[in-house]
């Protein structure tokens, strides 16, 4: 079964850390694009981040840049957030996805649970 399962939220002060992890199974994440998104209560969801198959381009919404470091492991076959100087606004489900490229609106298979990030102010 193609399945890709977050992990890594959690409730954490203003300023603080989390690393979110996008574990793969069932494919190689390496054959695509890896893309994070949130979706914040009464909000759409946005994409986030994304890192393209060969790990060497890279994507960041301007609210996140210079705070947020998407990174792979594809030895693990897994794709990381690493989120830094959380903001309350960041607080949202935090879902990984699969993409042809970046810079495509296509994703690939059906969304995740995603994890739940709760930054307190």
């Known amino acids: 079964e193609v399945q890709l399962v977050e992990s890594g939220g959690g409730l954490v002060q203003a300023g603080g850390s989390l690393r979110l992890s996008c574990a793969a199974s069932?494919?190689?994440?390496?054959?695509?694009?890896t893309a994070w998104f949130r979706q914040a209560p009464g909000k759409e969801r946005e994409g986030v981040s994304c890192i393209s198959s060969s790990h060497d381009i890279t994507y960041y919404l301007d609210s996140v840049k210079g705070r947020f470091t998407i990174s792979s492991d594809y030895a693990k076959n897994t794709v990381y957030l690493q989120m830094n100087s959380l903001k309350p606004e960041d607080t949202a489900v935090y879902y990984c996805a699969r993409r042809p490229r970046c810079t495509s609106t296509l994703i690939f298979g059906s969304w995740g649970q995603g994890t739940q990030v709760t930054v307190s102010s």
């Open positions: 069932g494919l190689r994440l390496d054959a695509y694009a």
